[in-house]
């Protein structure tokens, strides 16, 4: 039965609870939480006592008398604090008010009635006036005892905690004083908000309020990558900090966040000096906070962007005070414009001077040029006095009225104000014009170049120029953490290098899940240079047609899983990889609002690859790619828990694994699109049973011309500056794509074909002379193989449809029996076509490439 009225009642401030039913033998009586264990567990209240010791894994205490001096108090009254705000309205409107979060911080409230009532008691008020939360103050006059008169009455609190993360101090915000005293601190102040910096802390910012440094930490996108510290106001960097900041051993800069007035930037300059002068080797940079704004203000009048914003804005403070000191007339001028002119630095604030007025344009202004809709702040310069509204400039009425409604509060003349706003609408019209309308041709590109420096550039060309090249990039690509798959990884990597030529080159990842091939993907991915990768996991219908035109100009796609996509963008992605680029016609809305028809087109080249569990996908998509199949033999799987067992072990540094993959980026930096010829083009044939032979022929001698680039360095060059394909990069394009040359003739897919030759090696030990007509159930495959439910399915189903197995008999209750029926010679088929090839190369060995292209 469902009872809609619990008896039960927990009250969250006092940790009571209290049983409403006549029926329950503990009805009229408060229950604290040993009491609740002990008639819960129908024990004595010593048993409670242990059970619940045994439940928190540490010592009880009671809830307002400590057992400890000092830190103890400090942290039980801190927790009735926290608990205060859930029962305080004003604390909560309060701490609204200031834009924070009491569920996400650690805030409490003091309406200093701690010590009245049934709490007050001499072992609470003891500890409460030696660390200053009490004084005595005069007789109580009702019953004649000693009175005592609470610290920083009506505040909000913060705790400040020492390098054990133990609450050693607090401090008091005042809710009701902003014109007096309104910080507050306990006597000894000792502690940190909100506490030491964690050991691995690279980057810091020091906040001049505590309510500042919770108002960042708020902020997942700042916590995330920024470790936060408050000083206690401008005269507030203590020894403390300075301990703290000295113990962060990979500390690499430290950011000043102090608030936009006079007092916080000479703070800046003496804090900055100091830390300069024990930390040399750490960078230091200062936010620029509007005038007469901190970052709790920010956060009140600001999306949460703002801060994102300002920290890719942070400028280095010493490299900013030593440009050319400003004439003495400029000095004045520092912080606010010259009377006349707009300022821009900060986008989202806006600010324009008058003799008597600024004017600031909050938020920024809109792109659509048929408005101009402003949030705007008047300021008086003499008062400080502060008029806001929200309109239109475009609309005079509207700029009628608000001069009217401000002139009337500000006391200022209203045909002023009128010149003052159509003056602004005019500087609006050119600073869009200039800065927010220009063209944004392949910005959206994120090129961003990485320039290599002399070390960097000379180890990499003398790997270049060195001999067994291939085979000592093999070498690195297996140091830098890629197991086996020794023809796999170089192969992906060749593919994916050829995203700098005009001809590029895509491999499509085939394996079971749980194969390892997203990892190998995405560590190939890793060794090259990543400002020219493009990593997705979920491509949407149009999301390909929507990036900018240029984005995609020489760069590698990646996509982890090729069989989510929808039809739509399948199509998308194959057409880029074809063509090269995608055109389409769409409606296009104008900057100044209006719709028409127009053509969107992204332009490549790309080189790609993606991955899939699917045995058959799309056969245009097979045909343009090259097929590659991970290697899911116990061997391999024998490799890699032996190297997983080695990094959890500690003998495989990660660090160097990473400085191999930098390096491998540093190769394919130094390598030059050059174009390439190729004089045995023609005298080297594919096997002419191989699918879809022409579009592979093509891919073939794209790979070549890749092995002769990677080898430019010591490749020759004819009299137009191409280089000249050697023999022995046809030998190297064979050994490398032979696997994938085989797939395309086998009618098997690479998974489908490796799961055959396991099952017929199975067959051949388990039946030996018999194995050809032997009978066997799915059941005696999965035990066999070792291979899941779904994979043996999967794979029988598409045998079958292949007529290479039979289903014999059974009954779908107790299952079927299942026969190979085609024993096709699998090593015969690939001996075959290396024979082939081999063939070939080696009557090419006879001729020279000089008498080659002269006889061509």
């Excluded at 009702?142 to 133990?166: M, T, W």
């Excluded at 994916?496 to 895509?506: D, G, N, Q, R, V």
């Amino acid at each position: 039965m469902m009872i809609k009225t619990p008896s039960l009642q927990v009250y969250y401030k006092t940790h009571t609870c209290y049983c409403f039913s006549s029926n329950c033998k503990t009805h009229g009586k408060a229950l604290d939480v040993i009491d609740f264990v002990m008639h819960k567990e129908s024990c004595s209240k010593h048993e409670a006592i242990e059970k619940c010791k045994q439940l928190i894994g540490a010592p009880v205490y009671q809830t307002y008398v400590p057992s400890l001096p000092g830190m103890s108090i400090l942290g039980n009254m801190f927790t009735y604090f926290r608990n205060v705000v859930h029962n305080s309205k004003p604390a909560r409107e309060y701490i609204q008010s200031r834009g924070l979060d009491a569920t996400r911080l650690e805030i409490g409230y003091n309406t200093a009635q701690f010590h009245h009532g049934n709490r007050k008691d001499e072992s609470l008020i003891r500890p409460c006036v030696e660390v200053g939360l009490l004084s005595p103050w005069g007789t109580n006059t009702r019953e004649g005892g000693q009175a005592y008169k609470p610290f920083a009455k009506y505040c909000i609190v913060f705790a400040l905690r020492d390098h054990s993360n133990q609450v050693s101090g607090l401090y008091f915000r005042s809710t009701i004083n902003d014109d007096e005293q309104k910080h507050f601190y306990l006597k000894d102040r000792r502690g940190l908000y909100p506490g030491y910096p964690t050991p691995e802390t690279q980057r810091l910012i020091l906040t001049e309020a505590i309510i500042d440094a919770a108002t960042l930490l708020q902020q997942s996108a700042i916590t995330k990558d920024y470790s936060v510290l408050s000083c206690y106001g401008t005269n507030g960097f203590t020894q403390e900090h300075q301990h703290a900041i000295k113990s962060l051993s990979g500390l690499q800069e430290i950011i000043f966040a102090f608030d936009g007035d006079d007092a916080g930037n000479k703070a800046v300059s003496k804090y900055a000096a100091q830390l300069r002068e024990e930390l040399p080797h750490i960078v230091i940079s200062t936010l620029n906070l509007p005038a007469g704004e901190d970052i709790n203000s920010m956060a009140l009048s600001h999306e949460p962007d703002i801060f994102v914003h300002l920290l890719s804005e942070r400028k280095d403070f010493f490299l900013s005070s030593e440009k050319v000191t400003p004439e003495p007339a400029m000095v004045a001028t520092e912080k606010r414009p010259l009377p006349g002119g707009l300022d821009a630095t900060n986008p989202y604030k806006l600010c324009y001077s008058t003799e008597r007025v600024f004017y600031y344009v909050q938020g920024g202004i809109s792109k659509q040029l048929d408005s101009m809709k402003v949030t705007l702040v008047v300021e008086r310069k003499d008062n400080s006095q502060k008029s806001r509204n929200k309109l239109d400039l475009y609309e005079d009425k509207q700029v009628e009225k608000v001069s009217r409604e401000v002139s009337e509060k500000l006391l200022l003349d209203k045909s002023l104000l009128e010149w003052d706003l159509y003056r602004l609408t005019d500087l609006l019209d050119e600073y869009r014009e200039k800065e927010l309308i220009k063209p944004v041709e392949g910005s959206g590109a994120a090129t961003g170049v990485y320039l290599l420096t002399l070390q960097e550039r000379t180890a990499a060309e003398t790997f270049l120029k060195g001999s067994d090249l291939i085979k000592r990039l093999n070498e690195l690509l297996g140091d830098a953490g890629i197991v086996g798959e020794e023809m796999n990884r170089l192969f992906l990597l060749l593919i994916a290098i050829s995203y700098k030529m005009p001809e590029t080159l895509h491999a499509l990842i085939q394996g079971s899940s749980g194969s390892g091939k997203t990892r190998l993907l995405k560590q190939i991915s890793d060794c090259i240079p990543q400002e020219k990768v493009t990593k997705l996991t979920r491509v949407s219908d149009k999301v390909l047609y929507n990036y900018p035109e240029h984005y995609f100009i020489n760069r590698l796609l990646c996509l982890e899983d090729i069989d989510g996509l929808s039809e739509e963008a399948e199509f998308a992605f194959r057409e880029l990889q074809s063509n090269g680029e995608l055109n389409s016609a769409t409606s296009i809305k104008l900057d100044n609002g209006q719709i028409t028809s127009g053509q969107k087109t992204v332009k490549g080249p790309i080189a790609s690859l993606a991955c899939t569990t699917r045995g058959e996908i799309y056969e245009d998509n097979m045909s343009r790619v090259f097929l590659l199949a991970v290697d899911e033999s116990g061997d391999q799987t024998s490799r890699i828990i032996g190297y997983q067992n080695s990094k959890a072990s500690g003998e495989i540094d990660s660090k160097k694994e990473q400085d191999t993959k930098q390096f491998i980026q540093n190769l394919v930096r130094c390598l030059q699109a050059c174009p390439v010829i190729n004089p045995y083009a023609s005298k080297l044939q594919l096997p002419p049973d191989a699918h879809k032979i022409r579009r592979l022929n093509d891919l073939f001698l794209n790979f070549v011309k890749m092995i002769t680039l990677v080898h430019q360095y010591q490749r020759k060059k004819d009299s137009k500056g191409r280089l000249i394909t050697e023999i022995s990069d046809l030998e190297t394009a064979v050994a490398i794509m032979f696997d994938s040359i085989v797939l395309k003739v086998d009618e098997l897919d690479g998974s489908l074909r490796q799961f055959l030759e396991q099952l017929k090696a199975w067959l051949r030990k388990e039946y030996r002379e018999n194995y050809k007509t032997a009978v066997f159930s799915l059941r005696e495959v999965r035990q066999g193989l070792r291979c899941s439910k779904m994979q043996v399915f999967r794979c029988f189903n598409d045998l079958r449809r292949l007529e290479y197995v039979r289903q014999q008999g059974g009954h779908a209750n107790r299952g079927f029996t299942y026969q190979v029926i085609y024993w096709d010679n699998y090593e015969a088929l690939r001996a075959r076509v290396k024979q082939h090839l081999q063939t070939q190369i080696d009557l090419l060995r006879n001729v020279t490439p000089a008498a080659l292209m002269l006889h061509q």
